[in-house]
């Protein structure tokens, strides 16, 4: 069930600090199970600080990661990941592969950088208050 937040919320979200918008990004993806990231045809945008380090950026919407969407990332479009896939496939991965997630970027804000694994555990601690 994809989320749209109006634009008041759009922009409220978006004037929140790093760790505020990844709390605000666990809940709804809690909430919503799904989890945005963005791509174009040669596969999913990374975020690349140096050599070593590739960030998977992600967001709790499509219009927060289409806002991401300009300079190197203009060709590139916001998809949605089932909350399953997201907790069985891309967090293994991710620690397999030795990437970290850039929580909720915004254009001059690289997001909050965290590990698979942390992502994951705060993921299902949010998880079990809809049980």
Not at 4 to 13: A, G, M, R
Not at 47 to 54: M, R
Not at 108 to 127: C, F, M, Q, T, W
């Amino acid at each position: 069930m994809s989320y749209q937040p109006n634009q008041k919320e759009l922009e409220s979200v978006a004037s929140l600090l790093g760790p505020e918008r990844y709390r605000y990004l666990i809940g709804r993806i809690a909430d919503c199970e799904e989890v945005w990231s963005i791509r174009d045809t040669n596969g999913w945008a990374l975020i690349s600080s140096d050599p070593n380090t590739h960030l998977v950026p992600i967001w709790p919407a499509k219009d927060f990661a289409a806002a991401c969407c300009l300079g190197e990332w203009e060709n590139f479009e916001p998809q949605s990941i089932s909350l399953d896939k997201w907790i069985d496939k891309w967090l293994p991965g991710m620690a397999k592969d030795g990437r970290s997630i850039a929580v909720f970027p915004l254009p001059n804000d690289k997001g909050v950088i965290v590990s698979p694994e942390r992502l994951g555990k705060d993921l299902a601690e949010s998880l079990d208050q809809y049980e």
